[in-house]
């Protein structure tokens, strides 16, 4: 069974920075995308951003030039770089992964930004 454990979310002033990782429990190569993903009380969840393993990288217009994703392949650990945080951040982000055809979700993590 694949397990993602998620660390670094908090509490954090608008304008802040804070960092999530991502790491993948079982020692798996075939690793295609690491992704990101959030939900806010009443709303769907929604894309963050998702790096495939060669490195391409999509994200969402909100975030664009505030967040980054990267990823260490030997350590199967995923990043999420969050600056100028803005409480419309306020979220519980998950981490999702796909191996071969399977997807994998994370537990979630919870983002609070004040205002």
């Known amino acids: 069974q694949v397990q993602l454990q998620e660390s670094g979310g908090g509490l954090v002033q608008a304008g802040g920075s804070l960092r999530l990782s991502c790491a993948v429990s079982?020692?798996?190569?075939?690793?295609?995308?690491m992704g990101w993903y959030r939900q806010a009380p009443g709303k769907q969840r929604e894309l963050v951003a998702t790096?495939?393993?060669?490195?391409?990288?999509d994200y969402a217009d909100s975030v664009k030039g505030r967040f980054v994703i990267s990823r260490d392949n030997t350590k199967k650990t995923a990043y999420l770089q969050m600056g100028s945080l803005q409480p419309e951040d306020t979220a519980v982000y998950y981490c999702?992964?796909?191996?071969?055809?399977?997807?994998?979700w994370g537990q979630g993590t919870q983002v609070t930004v004040s205002s």
């Open positions: 999702k992964v796909r191996i071969l055809a399977v997807e994998y």
């Open positions: 079982r020692n798996i190569f075939n690793i295609n995308i």
């Open positions: 790096m495939t393993s060669g490195g391409t990288t």
